[in-house]
């Protein structure tokens, strides 16, 4: 099930943040992100540092800075695999010239974190 969540970017920093607005209970830092969980082990939050080098790879265009400030909701999963698990990310980005475009990527963790 997908959750809802806002998103939050520092353009000085290239920090983007998708959160779901859920309380977090514990946060795990692990390679380029930080992942929230709430009570009950669910991913309520990330946090991608260098974001718009790190989201290159999954864009056509290379996405700047000015785009991921024009982002405000996403749509935040998880698949669990075996051995890790993909954090699922839908965000709806903006062009300059109008119009926008559903982005989905995802982001590995180690299933270890969510156990």
Do not use: C, W
């Amino acid at each position: 099930m997908a959750l809802e969540a806002k998103v939050d970017y520092d353009s000085e920093e290239d920090l983007l943040y998708i959160y779901s607005g859920i309380k977090i209970h514990d946060s795990v830092e692990f390679d380029q992100f930080v992942i929230d969980f709430s009570a009950d082990n669910k991913i309520v939050g990330i946090e991608f540092f260098n974001a718009s080098k790190y989201l290159e790879k999954f864009f056509e265009n290379p996405i700047d800075r000015k785009r991921l400030a024009d982002i405000k909701n996403a749509k935040l999963s998880m698949i669990l695999q075996k051995e890790f698990v993909l954090i699922k990310v839908l965000m709806e980005i903006p062009f300059e010239s109008g119009g926008s475009t559903e982005q989905i990527f995802t982001a590995p963790a180690p299933a270890a974190l969510v156990a």
